[in-house]
């Protein structure tokens, strides 16, 4: 497996060394966006192991994601929850995981410079995309998601000490190590929460950098419905 995209790293420290990185990522009927998005990954990270975890997809998204070299591994039960946790369970031996969605939302140019900041700071356990950091793309999140963020975002931060801006942004670049152990409980949406918490509890920071979002290719799958199950994964973290 060649990881071109992380050699500049060190180069200029005069290290030989290079971190390597996995990339997960789940996906559900994601035919649209699931080869742009690995087809950018493996321009930006020079071809790293892309592990698929598939909800069952009616279309060609398996089809696509093989034909682009990427793993599969088909979920036992449904949601994202469900997907990461079949995931964690085959995390190579790599220095960190990249967690990214199917549908071409996050740019992944961004992913070297959150592994840089993972490189010198060895007191962050993980990186992630501000949405918010920049000038919000209206196209890409309509006001009605930018609203229900922003006030997951608020009570995210009231209910707990894990300040974030974006706590539910699916780009993430963690250390593989944190994942290994990680019962995920979780079953959809709200993983990004358990998550959070998860880093906090091994003692690590987390570190945001802003980052461009685009409009998602194919159908929208978060619903209200998600939002309720978000905030009461909020309360059931701050009571463990």
Request: glycine share 10%.
């Amino acid at each position: 497996m060649t990881r071109k995209g992380f050699e500049s790293l060190h180069q200029s420290r005069g290290e030989s060394r290079t971190p390597s990185a996995q990339v997960i990522i789940a996906a559900l009927d994601e035919e649209e966006g699931i080869g742009p998005t690995i087809g950018e990954l493996n321009l930006t990270l020079g071809c790293p192991h892309v592990l698929v975890v598939d909800g069952r997809s009616k279309d060609r998204t398996v089809e696509i994601a093989e034909s682009m070299g990427a793993e599969i591994l088909l979920q036992d039960g449904h949601g994202k929850g469900n997907a990461l946790a079949k995931a964690v369970r085959h995390v190579d031996d790599v220095d960190y995981v990249v967690l990214t969605d199917a549908d071409y939302t996050y740019p992944a140019d961004y992913i070297n410079q959150m592994i840089r900041i993972l490189e010198k700071n060895h007191c962050v356990g993980m990186v992630c995309g501000n949405r918010f950091g920049k000038r919000v793309d209206k196209e890409a999140m309509g006001s009605a998601f930018y609203f229900g963020n922003r006030l997951l975002s608020i009570t995210h931060n009231a209910l707990n000490g894990v300040r974030l801006e974006d706590p539910l942004t699916g780009l993430r670049v963690v250390r593989a190590n944190i994942l290994r152990d990680w019962e995920v409980k979780s079953k959809g949406f709200d993983v990004e929460v358990e998550l959070n918490h998860h880093v906090e509890r091994k003692g690590f920071d987390i570190v945001e950098i802003p980052i461009s979002y685009r409009p998602r290719l194919g159908e929208k799958k978060l619903k209200v419905k998600h939002g309720i199950s978000i905030i009461k994964r909020m309360m059931l973290e701050v009571t463990l």
